[in-house]
C-alpha cells in the first residue's frame, strides 16, 4: 500500500465513525459549526475530508444556490454519504469528490473558503496534502485546519514545512491559513 491507500480506513472504521458521530450530533447539533467560517452567499467552498458529511447542509445554505459545496473525501463510503445528505435534504450545490489523496477533480484557485476539520492527522504527506489544497485555493481564500488528534505544535510545523501556506490566526480548534503567495 502506498501512503494514501493506508489513510483510507476500513470500511468497518468508517461505519463506526459514522455511528459515533450519529450519536454525538444527537445530543449536540452541527448546524452551527460553520458559523466562525464568515462563509457567505454565492462562494465556492471545499468540504475537505468530509467524512459523513455532518457540516454539508449548513455549508449549502450558506452559499446558496449560487454557490458550490465540493464534499471532497478519500473514502467511497463517505461520497455515498454525502450524496445520501444531498438527496435527503434536497441540496442543489453539492459536489461529492472522491480524492486519491494527491489530487482532486476542481479547478485551480476556484475555493474562497476551505476546510479540513479532524482529518490533518490522518494525513502522511502533509505537503503533497497542503500543496493541493493551495492549489484549488483561491489567492485570496482562506483555509481553516484542524489539528486533529495531534498537538498544536505539531500541526504548524507541517503548515510551515509546506512553504505554501501562512497561518494568520488560530484557535483553540483551528489555523486559519492564507495561500502564500497572496502575502508576498
Ligand atoms: C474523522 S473523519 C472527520 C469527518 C468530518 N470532517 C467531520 O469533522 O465530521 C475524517 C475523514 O477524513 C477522510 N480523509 C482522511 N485522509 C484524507 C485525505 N488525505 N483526503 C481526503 N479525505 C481524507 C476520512 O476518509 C474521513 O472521512
Given at each position: 500500500m502506498c501512503g494514501n491507500e493506508m489513510d483510507r480506513m476500513p470500511n468497518w472504521a468508517f461505519k463506526t465513525m459514522s455511528f459515533i458521530f450519529s450519536i454525538g450530533d444527537f445530543f449536540q447539533s452541527p448546524d452551527h459549526r460553520l458559523d466562525a467560517f464568515n462563509m457567505r452567499e454565492g462562494q465556492t467552498i471545499v468540504d475537505w475530508g468530509?467524512?459523513?458529511?455532518?457540516y454539508l447542509k449548513q455549508a449549502s445554505e450558506l452559499v446558496g444556490d449560487s454557490g458550490i459545496v465540493y464534499a471532497v473525501d478519500i473514502h467511497q463510503l463517505a461520497i455515498e454519504a454525502a450524496v445520501a445528505v444531498t438527496k435527503k435534504y434536497n441540496l442543489k450545490n453539492i459536489h461529492p469528490v472522491l480524492t486519491d489523496g494527491k489530487s482532486v477533480n476542481i479547478p485551480p484557485q476556484s475555493a474562497d473558503v476551505v476546510y479540513a476539520l479532524d482529518?490533518?492527522?490522518?494525513?502522511?504527506d502533509t505537503k503533497g496534502f497542503l500543496t493541493e489544497l493551495c492549489r484549488i485555493t483561491k489567492p485570496d481564500g482562506v483555509l481553516f485546519l484542524e489539528d486533529g488528534h495531534q498537538p498544536r505544535a505539531l500541526a504548524k510545523q507541517k503548515v510551515n514545512n509546506s512553504?505554501?501556506?501562512?497561518?494568520?490566526a488560530e484557535t483553540k480548534v483551528y489555523l486559519k491559513c492564507r495561500p502564500i503567495s497572496q502575502s508576498m
Amino acid at each position: 500500500m502506498c501512503g494514501n491507500e493506508m489513510d483510507r480506513m476500513p470500511n468497518w472504521a468508517f461505519k463506526t465513525m459514522s455511528f459515533i458521530f450519529s450519536i454525538g450530533d444527537f445530543f449536540q447539533s452541527p448546524d452551527h459549526r460553520l458559523d466562525a467560517f464568515n462563509m457567505r452567499e454565492g462562494q465556492t467552498i471545499v468540504d475537505w475530508g468530509c467524512g459523513t458529511g455532518r457540516y454539508l447542509k449548513q455549508a449549502s445554505e450558506l452559499v446558496g444556490d449560487s454557490g458550490i459545496v465540493y464534499a471532497v473525501d478519500i473514502h467511497q463510503l463517505a461520497i455515498e454519504a454525502a450524496v445520501a445528505v444531498t438527496k435527503k435534504y434536497n441540496l442543489k450545490n453539492i459536489h461529492p469528490v472522491l480524492t486519491d489523496g494527491k489530487s482532486v477533480n476542481i479547478p485551480p484557485q476556484s475555493a474562497d473558503v476551505v476546510y479540513a476539520l479532524d482529518m490533518f492527522h490522518m494525513v502522511s504527506d502533509t505537503k503533497g496534502f497542503l500543496t493541493e489544497l493551495c492549489r484549488i485555493t483561491k489567492p485570496d481564500g482562506v483555509l481553516f485546519l484542524e489539528d486533529g488528534h495531534q498537538p498544536r505544535a505539531l500541526a504548524k510545523q507541517k503548515v510551515n514545512n509546506s512553504g505554501c501556506w501562512e497561518i494568520i490566526a488560530e484557535t483553540k480548534v483551528y489555523l486559519k491559513c492564507r495561500p502564500i503567495s497572496q502575502s508576498m
